[in-house]
């Protein structure tokens, strides 16, 4: 059981340039996210599923696309790089998504954008 | 906004004393509130959790206080090790779906 995975764990990007951060998790969890982490701000929410095909904005979204076509991928888009996007991002998944179930989180990807 | 303010932002502890980290919500429709616990390098890591329903939690060296009424909790680390050291973030829950993370608090115990 890998649990959650994330991939690049690095990534450095030109102001415009566009990407996707990786986010898989092997638990049949229904339920998955994206979070943002900045110093002095604790970890904001970006995006969320509550299972495949479902998905809705959480408390930062702006900049930021997801789709969910399978229960196991929950990629997160930047469209249009901005320096403001530079941070510490961490998926996370639990069983589905009751207040009472843990969530899981994946490493991190830590992304600078020039 | 912050949805959950959290203190003190960084705490110095000697081994074996009391750590005790504070939180405060003004969302009266949060049912839920864990305490996640963060290494250098890694992702957060759920510690304990508490509902409203109760005043107190216990899970072996770590409690959480809930006070319904003030709107406030508290994480209390009792004999407090080295091991400890690490970034605690508490969170509140309106629905599951929905996390408000405090902006944490770096912890670091004394040898």
């Known amino acids: 059981n890998a649990g959650v995975t994330q991939t690049p764990k690095f990534q450095v990007l030109k102001t415009g340039q566009s990407m996707t951060l990786q986010c898989a998790q092997d638990m049949n969890h229904e339920y998955m996210s994206w979070y943002r982490q900045d110093p002095g701000m604790g970890l904001r929410l970006i995006h969320y599923s509550v299972g495949a095909g479902i998905t809705d904005q959480g408390e930062v979204p702006n900049g930021y696309n997801v789709s969910r076509s399978t229960t196991e991928d929950f990629p997160l888009r930047l469209l249009s790089a901005a320096p403001s996007q530079t941070s510490v991002y961490f998926c996370a998944s639990s069983a589905s998504g009751i207040p009472t179930d843990t969530q899981y989180f994946g490493p991190g990807t830590r992304l600078t954008v020039l | 906004q912050q949805q959950v303010k959290q203190s003190p932002q960084s705490l110095i502890v000697q081994k074996g004393g009391i750590s005790i980290i504070n939180c405060a919500y003004e969302n009266t429709a949060f049912d839920y509130f864990p305490w996640y616990q963060q290494f250098p390098g890694k992702g957060p890591a759920l510690l304990i959790a508490?509902?409203?329903?109760?005043s107190e939690k216990k899970e072996g060296r770590f409690t959480i206080s809930f006070n319904k009424s003030a709107k406030q909790f508290s994480l209390h680390i009792m004999d407090s090790q080295p091991g400890d050291s690490a970034t605690y973030f508490c969170a509140a829950s309106e629905s599951g779906n929905q996390f408000y993370f405090g902006t944490g608090t770096s912890l670091t115990v004394i040898p």
């Open positions: 508490i509902r409203p329903d109760v």
